[in-house]
């Protein structure tokens, strides 16, 4: 039955994460850049095209609103969700720079660039990583298993063992929810 075997797919590839040491401690180290760059009064910008634009606004609410419980916000935004600078930069410069004029006018050193793209080929994200690299930014990204073009330009990089767009991007939501849950307990212990 092809419902059981998406299912079947997608829990494989958690299991492959699971088992992954590196790439678990690859995940602890980006909770504890979020969480000190957030402690030192940072801000954390996501980028994505499509699936990976709404994993980003989601986990930038996650982080503006709140995860388990009430507790002040914090500053996190998902750069695609003004759509006047958006269009405005893709018309007057182009959409590979839909992101990196943001970056360039909202980022600072000690920041946080979180980028993702299943391909980890997007010019768009990728302009960004180099824009976020130049403000001396901390670069995070989210791809699938090659990492494309993304795994030279982050200083994390978490490549979601699968080539499957669907089940990287179901990961990628996973491993979003433990980032953001741990920067909420990290932060505002109970």
């Not at 986990?59 to 995860?67: I, K, N, P, S």
């Amino acid at each position: 039955m092809k419902i059981k075997n998406v299912i079947e797919e997608s829990i494989e590839v958690k299991q492959r994460l699971l088992s992954d040491k590196n790439m678990l401690e690859r995940i602890q180290k980006v909770i504890d850049e979020c969480t000190n760059c957030f402690r030192n009064g940072g801000k954390i910008l996501f980028c994505g095209n499509g699936g990976s634009a709404a994993d980003a606004q989601h986990l930038a609410a996650e982080l503006t609103g709140r995860f388990y419980y009430d507790r002040k916000p914090l500053y996190a935004e998902a750069l695609h969700v003004n759509t006047s600078a958006l269009t405005a930069v893709a018309n007057d410069y182009s959409y590979d720079e839909v992101f990196s004029r943001q970056v360039l006018a909202k980022g600072k050193k000690g920041d946080i660039l979180i980028g993702l793209s299943t391909s980890g080929n997007s010019p768009n994200v990728l302009n960004a990583l180099l824009e976020a690299r130049q403000e001396e930014m901390v670069t995070i990204g989210l791809t699938g298993e090659k990492g494309g073009k993304m795994k030279d330009m982050c200083d994390y990089l978490i490549n979601v063992p699968s080539n499957d767009t669907p089940r990287i991007q179901e990961a990628h939501i996973l491993i979003g929810h433990i980032i953001c849950e741990m920067i909420e307990f990290n932060i505002f212990p109970k």
